[in-house]
């Protein structure tokens, strides 16, 4: 039996137009409607029959029993309050923004049957041009139930990330942007902040190191300015953290403190060693 | 014509293991002696045929005419005095250290022939085990004479690492370290603080954001302490540049500023890109 009749994704970028892919893939849904701002997204999905319709035009999602927001954080919030007025009242409605606590505050208002979901997937490229077969095997989903959560809603979005092959983990929208602040946000922060701090003129000299500690500040900029901001008080935590830790090296180095410096950089490459 | 008849390296980790490996390969040596702290390393590297000989004493490095320094920065410092008894007045000498200003300093005052080498390769790995093929292919190698090097150890070291793949480039220590202190040193006390800042019970929810960006934070803690150590007043500068670069990320999200974060990120990202 599949999971659902018509889903409707809008936003079939990276995440999904991958979501998508796997759907058709699994024959998880009857027919995949696709939204999209750009309508060569649409036409290259249509052909690659990862979506059965596409349409630059919202009104197309009426009737979809599962509707996916899979645009940036802050077109989600703009545009539930219009979705909410396209779709039946029984229809299911998940998001995959990366930060939840606004977003889950503001949709669970909005739509009866709302769950948030955030797969720990993707990469720094963007686009549906980019998506990879099996996107979420083996990675991490994050669902942030309340106690207002429809348990039906709960219960199919759960079954969808599992079919997809992702491990399901349940967290309180606070809870989850915590933790992805630290894990996900304060890297890449500081990411942006590193090769920025580079000088042009010394970029030529780049090894490794810089590369791989650099590569996701490719990512794009509105979307993880969106990001930070949406996740603003977590965000200024992290960072805070961060530079206490920061000052701590920098202080063994000014003081040549050469054991105290060893024993910060074989704890830092302990917890490095335990991420395997 | 082989480029030298008897090659020492003195600490066959990583790169000196590699530098063996490929002079072997294009018979740049007649013979190659290895000399380890590690009796196991010698046996592994000779019974591949990566170096003739090998020892624990330094004693059997006389009458090399290439001796390659490849240990630490900091046993570089210390061995030289030893080593320097042992070799002949026309015997070049290189090292491979990742910080230069300090060791050429030392070094240029105590062998005649002498040159610094940087090859900018290698990884978060350590150890002999860990050699690949064609390691220096395609890669930079810093070369720093100064006004006092003899133009012969330049032009034998300048062909060498020509000879095993690398673009050499000529910098004065001083340079080199100010470059190196924001190319790679700062990405590794950047990884370092990153890990250390992630609290424990979080990891389990890494992506593959946190482990790009810290994958150098794997590094040895010792090799690392040292490099920091050895290059104290340019890290500390690279700190602070990064601290202010930080501050104004962390200002911007504070201050809910999105058209200034947007900017930060979008020069941050556009700099990455022009790293490929």
Known sequence: MKLFNKVAIVGTGLIGGSMALEMKKRRLARQIIGVS?????????????????GSQDLSIIRDADLVVLATPVNTILKSAGIIAKLIRQD????DVGSTKKEIVDKLSKIFPNYIGSHPLAGSERRGIANIDMDMFKESLCVLTPTKDTSPRALKRIK????????RVVLLNPGTHDKILSFVSH??????????????DKYLRFTANGLKDTTRIAS???RLWADIFLSNRRNMLEAIESFQGKLSRIKSAISRKDEKALIAILKRAKGKKENLR
Chains 1, 2 share one sequence.
């Open 159 to 166: 079954s969808l990330w599992a079919q997809l092959g992702a």
């Open 37 to 53: 701002r750009h309508k060569s997204t649409l036409i290259w999905a249509k052909k690659r029959r990862i979506i059965d319709k």
């Open 186 to 199: 304060l890297p890449h922060a500081v990411a942006f902040t590193l090769i920025d701090a580079v000088p």
């Open 91 to 94: 229809c299911i409605v998940t």
């Open 219 to 221: 990512s794009d900029s």
